[in-house]
């Protein structure tokens, strides 16, 4: 295995998420990734880059690709969630999410949020969490936004250590 800080270091295709996708086929709503456009095997190699969770939301329906950090925020969604519909696999959180990600189709344009709450259900419950994120169009060829890339970072230990601090004065 290469060293990150050796020049011209390949990734090596060994985690969960490359190999769900090395396996996808033209039976899968994805495709075989071979046929993907270039703009989504772009944007899907900077996703598999990113040590942050981050998530592609690709085409009209917004179907769901994602790394390896985000498994742990899907829990038993994965690996059934990667390629569906975001609006089935974040179903509890689809009405404030959705239109976030219209608007970035809509306008063209990325934005970013700080300590942001969303409503997650987790192992059975449903789960008050806080995320830094960002998110950017993906344009394709045509010029056309063909997606989102989204990338963050769950706060929720920050936010609460806020709340405990604002309580206690």
């Given at each position: 295995?290469?060293e ?13 998420v ?17 046929g ?20 592609i939301?690709?085409g009209?329906?917004y179907?769901?690709l994602?790394?390896n ?9 994965h ?7 975001a609006?089935?696999v974040w ?7 959705e ?7 809509e306008t ?14 987790s192992?059975?419950?449903?789960v008050?969490s ?7 169009p993906?344009?394709?060829?045509d ?8 990338q963050?970072?769950?706060t929720?230990g ?5 709340k405990w601090?604002?309580s206690?004065?």
């Open positions: 295995i290469s990150p800080d050796e020049p011209n270091a390949k990734v090596q295709a060994s985690d969960a490359e190999k769900l996708v090395a396996d996808l086929d033209g039976s899968h709503p994805l495709g075989d990734a071979a993907w456009p270039d703009a989504l095997r772009f944007a899907f190699r900077m996703c598999l880059g990113s040590d942050a969770l981050a998530a939301y690709w009209p329906e179907r769901l994602y790394n950090a985000t498994i742990p925020l899907l829990g038993d969604k690996p059934q969630a990667f390629g569906l519909p609006g089935e179903s509890e959180t689809w009405p404030r999410l239109p976030l990600l219209r608007r970035v189709v063209g344009r990325g934005f970013s949020r700080t300590n942001d709450r969303f409503s997650l259900d192992k059975g419950r449903r008050e806080y995320f830094n994120y960002a998110f950017v993906i344009i394709d060829d010029g056309v936004v063909a997606g989102v890339l989204g963050g970072r769950e929720s920050i936010v609460a250590n806020q601090l604002t206690e004065r």
